[in-house]
């Protein structure tokens, strides 16, 4: 019989769903397609987009001088991301196949698009790329280690903590020897099966 988190779970589920047939409605709305993850705008929607776009000139007159001097800190962070992104991928290529881990697709969340947009300028489209890089990036390197402590510790925390991972609400409560023991092979388990289901 669920409990009332599982069923809480399941509205979360549900709620989801409904928020993706949103995103659906508004991609209607936008007068654009995805055909093979690829952009297609209509025509005139890409001519609206054209005409929005602030002149890379204007924009950057338009820059504060401390924004501009900001700008070195904030692209050397790309140094890390390429490293963070090799060194988890190297550790899911290598350490996944040997714990029957299902491993993460990292097109699933690196999505590199914005600079498809009309009404962005060249350093606009160059920020974008980098944020959506950053941001995907992160959020693959979560989806192994998500992955990684179902595998050897899936134990909530005995303190609610910020922002979990989609696999924390199935991870054992605190202090739970018995479900722990009872729970981790099954939980494991799910790590195979999510790369069958692929």
């Given at each position: 019989m669920p409990d009332k988190l599982d069923r809480l779970h399941e509205k979360l589920n549900e709620i989801e769903e409904e928020i993706e047939a949103e995103w659906a409605m508004r991609r209607d709305?936008?007068?654009y397609r995805l055909e093979h993850n690829r952009?297609?705008?209509?025509q005139s929607t890409?001519?609206?987009q054209r005409r929005a776009r602030v002149n890379l000139w204007?924009?950057?007159k338009r820059t504060r001088p401390m924004v501009v001097l900001s700008a070195p800190v904030i692209y050397s962070l790309i140094i890390p991301f390429v490293l963070l992104d090799i060194f988890v991928t190297i550790y899911q290529v290598i350490c996944f196949p040997i714990y029957h881990i299902a491993k993460v697709k990292r097109a699933d969340h690196i999505a590199i698009d914005r600079?498809?947009?009309?009404y962005l300028n060249a350093l606009q489209k160059l920020n974008c790329v980098y944020c959506g890089y950053g941001n995907g990036l992160l959020s693959y390197v979560r989806e192994v280690a998500a992955r990684t402590e179902q595998f050897w510790c899936p134990i909530k925390h005995a303190r609610r903590v910020e922002g979990q991972h989609g696999h924390y609400c199935d991870f054992v409560d605190y202090g739970d020897a018995a479900g722990f023991n009872?729970?981790?092979?099954r939980l494991r388990n799910a790590l195979r099966k999510m790369g069958e289901d692929d």
């Open positions: 709305a936008m007068a952009v297609v705008f209509e890409r001519e609206a204007i924009f950057l600079q498809h947009l009309a009872a729970q981790t092979l």
